[in-house]
């Protein structure tokens, strides 16, 4: 007698399914609001964060992630009533990471929602000692790809003829050229492969987004993304200091300023920052180049996901024979597609009025699920293991390559904006 086997979804499937459903209830006309974490005093924090009005907007938020963390529970049989629990707790402390992240003295650091939901997460997860059930339904990778879908929609093709054609020249040559230098270093200090692609892909394109992008392109590990972001994170501050006054010093104009800047820092807001400090002109030049960067993010994850593939399938299958199509398929991250899909729906058959009804939404539940997913890994993490290496060459591989970038930026932005 012959035994059916049942059907069960694989998580990057239920990602995709999860993802276009959010889009496509936005596109319905289901846009849920985006609220605000905005602050600089108590009146503030009590009239516009805590109104009642900014509360129900939390909560539809909270209602649809929820749903969609229930759904992808059911899909996947795992444990329904441990991440009931588990999930609004989660929410809570991912919607106090976003408050202090959006508290204006707080801002002026430029330091993103992630690293607080990160600190948090690792504070908890380390001094109280947290059962194993309720490790175990932290569905970190299912919170970072629904977020990757979702960011899909804002790799708009059109945008990329939009922010100029020397910026594009500049983020095509400086991601290339940064990134082969990033990944070749690596590869000298024998660090692994799944931390030189995510460490690469940080340094050249666009920070914590590509860090993110290709951690779910090759199912990276949470621990080693972290390590990663923290870095970007922390080199992003000085550099966001330091540069426009070294600019000053060294005499060069506002375009040749913004050009280095936005190619060479790595997180958008400290871009936008540095910036701002050197004038209107500098400030709209490090955004193009640094928007350029960010558009080729689709781009690279795509090619990444089938390098990964391909690589996984020679080493861990067919050994030293050319894997298979099929083999090939079965690693691709299919994920990917639900982001490339993302982008074309929103590049070619969405209306610009369409677009930007829903966009600020997305946007902001695009986002909340990468905070989620770093408040997951900070829950689930031991902290000596995510600060305390024995093993310093990713870091010096990252400063090394992050000062390649600097001085490769700096030429080819005199090159082209002088």
């Not at 289901?30 to 974490?37: A, N």
Request: overall charge positive; glycine content about 6%.
């Amino acid at each position: 007698m012959s035994v059916k086997k049942s059907f069960s979804f694989t998580e990057d499937w239920v990602v995709v399914i999860l993802g276009l459903a959010i889009i496509f209830l936005a596109l319905s006309g289901i846009i849920i609001p985006k609220p605000t974490f905005s602050w600089d005093s108590v009146d503030s924090l009590q009239n516009k964060v805590l109104a009642k009005d900014n509360l129900i907007k939390i909560g539809q938020q909270f209602l649809l992630v929820y749903g969609a963390a229930i759904l992808g529970t059911l899909f996947l049989r795992k444990n329904l009533n441990a991440l009931l629990v588990v999930f609004p707790i989660v929410f809570i402390l991912t919607c106090i990471a976003m408050l202090i992240a959006e508290n204006a003295l707080i801002k002026d650091y430029n330091l993103d929602a992630v690293i607080f939901a990160l600190g948090i997460g690792l504070a908890i997860g380390n001094f109280f000692k947290l059962p194993l059930w309720f490790k175990e339904s932290l569905n970190t990778e299912l919170y970072v790809k629904v977020g990757l879908v979702l960011l899909g929609t804002t790799v708009i093709f059109g945008d990329i003829l939009k922010a100029g054609s020397l910026g594009l020249i500049q983020a095509l040559v400086v991601v290339i050229s940064v990134w082969y230098f990033a990944f070749w270093l690596c590869k000298k200090l024998k660090i692994d492969k799944e931390m030189s692609l995510m460490l690469s892909s940080a340094v050249s394109i666009c920070g914590v987004s590509a860090a993110i992008a290709t951690s779910g392109a090759i199912k990276g590990d949470a621990k080693k993304l972290s390590y990663v972001i923290s870095l970007v994170l922390i080199t992003a501050i000085p550099m966001m200091i330091c540069m426009p006054y070294m600019a000053e010093w060294m005499g060069l104009s506002q375009e040749v300023t913004g050009a280095w800047l936005g190619g060479s820092i790595d997180t958008t807001g400290a871009v936008v920052a540095s910036g701002s400090l050197v004038g209107e002109e500098a400030l709209k030049i490090s955004t193009i180049v640094k928007f350029s960067q960010n558009v080729l993010l689709g781009i690279a994850a795509f090619a990444i996901s089938i390098y990964w593939t391909y690589a996984k399938s020679v080493d861990d299958e067919t050994k030293r024979e050319k894997p298979t199509l099929k083999i090939i398929w079965e690693r691709f991250p299919k994920f990917v597609i639900g982001f490339v899909f993302a982008s074309l729906l929103f590049s070619f058959f969405i209306s610009p009025e369409t677009n930007d009804l829903v966009k600020g939404s997305l946007k902001s539940i695009q986002g909340l699920w990468f905070v989620l997913a770093f408040t997951s890994i900070g829950l689930e993490t031991n902290f000596k293991e995510l600060f305390v290496h024995s093993n310093k060459k990713p870091l010096y591989a990252f400063l090394i390559a992050q000062t390649f970038n600097v001085l490769v930026t700096l030429v080819i932005a005199l090159l082209l904006f002088r």
